[in-house]
């Protein structure tokens, strides 16, 4: 399903995963006492394994890059070699070689100390930049396609803390550019949160999201709906998926609003309407006439 | 997902034909030094053009913009366009750029009105009105490339006029003239059609297939508007895209103001509701009506779910149809944004700069902070590979990267890494 339609298509994957050890929930599920509902950063790991080997089996020709949002920062841990060609196909390392060197990156992460001096005490706390791991992962999959690479192209990002409003407009920025470049952005959260943000980028580029949490069901999601490619999405009903909510924010006092008035310089939104003569907030654009 | 469509397979004819025609511009690569030898500049120009696009819009990032914009398109169809001086014909390039460039328009204007009017016989037909909508724009200017007669540039602008006079003032009224012919066929006095379109605030914008007309130079400079004679046709393409960015505010003709919008929500209908024969899927937030928007083509739906796959773009912004509240979504905004927030330009990475890099960060130096590419440190590949360095967060970019970065992207992964650092996590 992976783009197996005959050997000349392939297909790219980006995977964004997030692997910060939370030691609030982590620490106990690791422990034992909640461990088996299936969220713990271990099982995250090992179902994602097993979705990586199944990918790559499918398909030699597909490229596959594993970035890590870890502790604020952003890792490159895994990435297809491009150069060893024979006879025009690609020749990939064993899959058990991949998951290998996946894990033990991972480890190597997690294990090395914060590189920020700064940053000890704030950065294990702060939120995972979800917006700059997609934008690595565009810069990448931008690459692939100066060459004569016409697959099939994907991100896919397995969440596990939520994103904020505070991301949202660098994360418009990538979804439009992802929109352009016919990448659709596919995510799964595994945090209680729920994340208007990825709901909105799964709707504009045509992936799926979706909240788990209950135990043991990742691993059967990501076999069965995240290895649908493009092409047998029209034909394939993904289950329930709500309308999606866009909402909108004023600029002044990040209220939801169902009405408010935009700059005409700017297209900023902001929820009372000035006096005569005032001045935007945003632009400094001066209004003399207030509709 | 992509596939390639008509359009398609026309520009790689198109560019197929014009490889039979000039098999290599090979006295472009040539450049004369400061000692007055020959150079060979293997790419140099475009990576040096690239460069100056990027730094010339951060310099015009601190202007404030006309973002909501109501252009008519006049198209020359005279017999001119028929002369096969671009390959195949100047008919066919110019209407492949104009599909082009009515998609980018709508990107970068999401809240922007176009409109074509087309000029042949002397006379100027109105092929579409002011909407939001690029692809019946597309398929309107598909289905009338007939050229015949000659262009007339004064029944143009009092076409255009008599619809652009009526609009609300925070908008800019602009008109994009393309021309192929060399004479105008008019009336009476274009002067005064001129003067009529600037006391209107109307601005006049010309871009020339052939040559430059002493009236058409004269028209933009009265205007206020942009006047370019195309060298070539990948010049001709910049020319026209160059008018896709909103245009700096005009602070006399256009009265910057806060507009009120809705931003209706989505319902399903209910399946007794009463309205269910008329009524739309959104609700008006001011009147609670329900709305039907832009009610489409068949013909247009499905060029829509080939072209673009969210159909939603294409159904807001609308207008209530009871009490004429403009109806937006947040992501037609939202994409506007880029313009308030711009990533800064890139430096040239210098060697210099990577010895007062400490030992980890000479260590990342090696790759591309983006993408991961590996740089090659003899310098071998050119300057597509050339790094460059973030001016904030001190990230090396390949040129690449640096060029998606700043033109589609519009975020700097760095920057947005350090900016995550100082959101605490609210859960």
Known sequence: MLGVRGSGTSSALVILVETSIDENSDGERMEGTSSDDGLGIMHTLRDLVLFISCY??????????????HNG??????ESPKSKLRRGVRVQPPVSDVCKEIITRIFRISSSPLQSPSGDASSSGSESPLAAGLSMALCHIQRLGTGSFRGLRRIFCLLRSPVSQRQYIPMMNVIFAAQQAFVTIDSYSLCDMHSDILEQAANMTNGLHRKLQKDGELGQHLLTFSSWSQTCRHSLLPGKQCGVDFKTFCFCHKKTLQRGFVCSACLSISCVALKTGGDCMTCAANFDTCS | MYEPDDEDLAAEEQAASLKVACPERTWEDLEEDETGRLRITHGDKQYREKRRKIAMAAANSHVCKGMIRFLYVVVDLSQAVNEADMRPSRLAVVSGILYKFFREYFNQNPLSQLGLVVTRNGIAERLTELSGSPESHITALKENLEAAGDMSIQNSL????????QLPTYGTREVLFVVSALSSCDPGNVHTAIAAAKSANIRVSVVSVAAELHICRRMTEETGGMFGVSQSQHHLEDLLMAHAPP???NEQATKASLVEMGFPQKRPLDKGAFFSGRGGEYVCPRCASRVEVNPTHPKFVENIKINNPVTFLQELPAQCSVCSLTLVSSPHLARSYHHLFPVAPFEVHRPVIMQELNDAAKLDATNCFACNLKFDRSGARGNDDAPSVCPRCKKIYCFQCD??????????PGCEIDKAKGYKNSA
């Open chain 1, 56 to 69: 790559l089996a499918l398909n030699l020709q597909n490229d596959l890059v594993v970035l890590a949002l």
């Open chain 1, 73 to 78: 920062d952003c890792h490159y841990l895994y």
């Open chain 2, 158 to 165: 009092e076409q255009v006029q008599s619809s652009l006079a």
């Open chain 2, 247 to 249: 245009p700096p505010l």
């Open chain 2, 403 to 412: 060029v998606f970065i700043h033109e589609k992207l519009h975020n700097c």
